[in-house]
């Protein structure tokens, strides 16, 4: 017999609280987040690492957290797009009508976010690398790139594209 | 009084949960009561099944249970119904479901599936389009002819054949229009097929109470088609299923097919109606649900020396795939606009829908459109190279007006098509045309421009209908209730402009219900065919006039005046000659108190609702009928950089101009055709679905498949004419699909111009490009 219940529970930081959960050594981090504290603001869409709709910030970085396991993240800080409050990057998105369906936008607006953080006078090169690892169906990203843009210094340093 | 309604580039009214992750879509619907199915999936194109052996994923922990395709004798489909949900004797493409485990968790309902043991004996695939319609080929479906027609008048299959689907176009002699034509040019082409991709992946939740009474939860474009198909296939009253559908993440046309809907609802009859949630993996919703049709064409055109069009004759062969699901209305739709916007009087076209061992195919953007839009005006461009003339000036020369006749004969008047001349003559200032569609800029560049044309109307049922309802709250706000889903398009949002421009209010006065329940919701066909705006819009409307007719009939007791005299607006009823006397709605719209205690009204409800009118189905013999009420007609236009060296491109501009009627929202409005051009660019460059030589299919993976990404896109430049479809709304016309139509054959063209070589095939990739210029398809040097 195949016995596959085997959970541990561990404590994970998340949005600036201590959440206990049941993780089983194979949980993604995505998954945890999902079904056991109702995040569903990470998306699922293709569990594999090539869309960016799971994207969360794990010490302010970047990570698709389809590809992290739950235990991974253990001593961590994460932020969920539920941690994001009235951001500029947020604000940005209504005003340029960046989304549509919006099933992209939480892992779109989560990496741009740590990008405006991490560098705020990033040109145009380092927001295409940034930005290409999440994909977006309904728009062009004619607005992602306004948006994200805007929010950006005004006059970006790095003197590229 | 503040006024924002049409025009206006209202935000979406859902824009704070989609920013801040609340959006709640059918894969967010988390509850400890669900158990958990995973799809067992053919690993051959076209197999007997000998036997399904499940007693090994029984063991699995947490197991519930495990149901095959052979304990049902159940055949679905929209149109014809040929489709057992889970395979049943044999599997007809790879990745078809055939079996289903349901679990206490996905982790454990995915272990399980890997369980179970299918033994399968090989079958002779029909793997192309052209192996389909040999001569004693093997077949797909063997018993054609004992297939129940859902739509009898829609559907003409040969028993016998591999062909589902046949419509026929005779309008006109075409002998006669070879005889006035002094130039013919000949092509044929090929466009593989390819996937939807929506962001959220496909996913249905079922349940089934004591009572039999059936909730599902669905992402799906088409609440209302989900229910009547499950009461069809089940035997069900409408009254016995719900479905509810939240925010969609995406359609594109892939969520209008109704499949995992009946196997959830499988999946809660084995576990005496517990409910059940299955999402698709990635590769599940790229292989085992429906992609976008393939299409193999010739094309035929003839004209007379000066660039006056004067016969067609196409043949349309439509990669189907496994079952016809939509893909015979799809080969219909391309049939009936089958000649692009341009007049023709002599026209012959024959469209088959062809079954293949390929995934089967539903709706995709444009509902067929951009595959043989390629087919047609890649023909433009070479009948304006054999007549030397500019490919935009014979699109100008030959384009459908008032008074001409479309292919299935119906005679268009000002308002039934928008005004392409116009749209033409923007596009050429746009793209600077008159500079040249080609210049060689430097080491190995060239610089080259393609242009195309569009045109499409919506394939409805004839009699497909619309409601909406309107409520009025203490505060003097508004409810607005229609069944059409959001899906990304914005719609709850344009609905609620329509109906604050015809109450003269402010649209954050008008609060819409967004999610969709078929038991509460008024009814909608679907959310698909660019129609939302157009049919719940005019239920809008209606429901609109029947608010204001209560509410001047309450306020002229209240003001003590005829009904007549009265006008609503700003969210009062006002007297017409003094609006210094009114009312506000919010005193009257749930009954009206005097100071005494004595009340009159009681809750003002507006009821609004809309049905097709005069739509004719096609002929058999001549296809003469009426499928959609009017034409959207654009232009689009695609700059390339290319290197002639390696063949590589860069695309640098793309351009639409598109007959909007009237845009309603200019911001979102945009975002859609810019959304649709880039979506265009993607199939015209990349994607395709790959099938290796048993059927299997190569790329289903977003990294094998491959999507435009941010930063690949080019400069988008958008415009509009407007040019009122006067039996809509504020003269709008559908404009949601359009962005991606004429995308895939401006690219090609341009590309043409640039590597001057014929390139009649997609993707258009370096290495087809080069393989065309070598003029093989091996590459040996
Ligand atoms: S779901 Fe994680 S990258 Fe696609
Ligand atoms: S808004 Fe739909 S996928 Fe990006």
Known sequence: ?161 | MQKVGIGVSVPRKESQDKVTGLAIYNTDYLSPKLLYAWLVTSLYAHAEIKSIDTSEAFKVVGVQAVITGDSYHLLCGPVIEDHPPLAKEKVRYFGEPLAVVIANSEAVAKEAAGKVKVEYNPLPVVNSLASALKEGAPLVHENVAFYKQVKPNEIFSKAGTNIAQHVKIRKGDLPEGWRQSEVIVESNFSLPQSNHIAMEPRNAIAEIKADGQVIIHASTQAPFDVRKILCRCFNLADTQVIVNTPLVGGGFGGKTNVQLEIIAYLASQAVHGRAVKLIESREQDMTSSPGHLGLEARVKIGATRDGTMKALEITLEVDVGAYVDSGSQMTRAMAADCTGPYHIDHVWCDAYGVYTNHTYVTAFRGFGRLSYVFAIERTMDKLAFALGIDPLELRLKNALKSEDTTPTMVRLNKSSIGNLPACLTKIKSMMNWQEGVRRETGSNKVVAKGISCLWKTSSSPPDATSGAIITINEDGTLNLNVGTVEIGSGSKTSLAQILAEKLSMDVNKIHVVMDVNTGISPSHWKTVASMTNFMVGNAVLDAAEDLVEQLRSIASIVLRCPPEVLEVGGGKVYLKEDPEIYIEINEIGNGYEYPEGNSIGGQVIGRGSFIMHHLVHMDKDTGKGKLGPAWTVGAQAVEVEFDTQNYTYKILKAATVIDAGKVLNPKGARGTITGGMCMGLGYGSRESCLYGEGGERKNPQLRTYHLMRFGENPTYLVDFVETPLIVAPYGLRGIAEHGIIGIPAALANALTTAAQVELNQTPLTPETIWQAKRGKLDDSL
């Open chain 1, 1 to 161: 017999m195949v016995n596959l219940v085997k959970m541990d529970l561990i404590e994970l930081a998340v949005n600036g609280e201590k959440r206990l959960v049941m993780a089983r050594p194979a949980d993604t981090l995505l998954h945890v987040l999902r079904e056991q504290l109702g995040l569903t603001g990470s998306k699922p869409s293709c569990k594999n690492g090539d869309c960016g709709a799971c994207t969360v910030l794990i010490d302010g970085q970047p990570i698709k957290s389809c590809l992290m396991l739950a235990v991974e993240a253990l001593g961590h800080e994460i932020t969920t797009i539920e941690g994001l409050k009235d951001s500029p990057i947020q604000r940005a998105f209504i005003d340029k009508f960046a989304f549509q369906c919006g099933y992209c936008t939480s892992g779109f607006i989560m990496n741009c976010h740590a990008l405006s953080v991490i560098h705020p006078d990033a040109g145009d090169e380092t927001i295409r690398e940034w930005l290409q690892s999440n994909l977006c169906r309904c728009t062009g990203y004619e607005e992602i790139t306004e948006a994200i843009k805007s929010v950006l210094a005004q006059e970006p340093k790095e003197n590229n594209g």
